[in-house]
């Protein structure tokens, strides 16, 4: 058997964060937390955040994934058709995005129009993730050598740098399980885990995202 060098730790967890951010965002909803100064400003925070870790997140596949693993599949016409269509989930969940945007703006005068946008945003993202679990993450040993498994992590480190590292490992294991939060841990070398325990963590906390209730 093919020794195993893919590690789709980070991506996963990537993924769970993105459904806990939907549950958030729907709990603040359903409490109508939009109504409230204080709430609101930690509502804005979070979905920001998420905003930002969604973009990111997709943007390093469209880029940096996807066409890494199309030259590996070429003999694969399923496989890269799979290829294609989560490239496009991608630009279906922008246009979504904006509607949470701007139902979040309108919320005073339509509430009604914030929970059916969360809900259709939730179910697309939903979909679109479990797609790539059962349908493209699978093959991504298959598709890229270990070479060019270690170039598209690489990419990822570059993309995020320092100041993107700073928000998204404290964002990623925010409600981690001590076992994912160990495993995150341990592919950061040392420094970094230091400064993410003393510095990055705290400066997330300190931006109070979402609500204190329901959390
Ligand atoms: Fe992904």
Redesign the pocket.
Known sequence: MAKNYVDLTV?LV??EAFRRDIRRLEGAAARKDLDDPAARKRVRTGWNILKTQLAV??EG?DRD?WPRMAKGLAGSPEQLSTLRELEQEHTLIDPLLDEVERAMADHATRPEQLGEAIAALGSALDAH?VH??RD??PYVQEALTEKEWKAFVLDQRNSLGFKGAAEFFPWVLDEATPETVAKISSIMPAPLRLVMNSVWKPMYKAQDTWTNSGR
């Open positions: 991506m990537s993924h997140h997709h596949e994934l993730l790539e679990e493209g993450l």
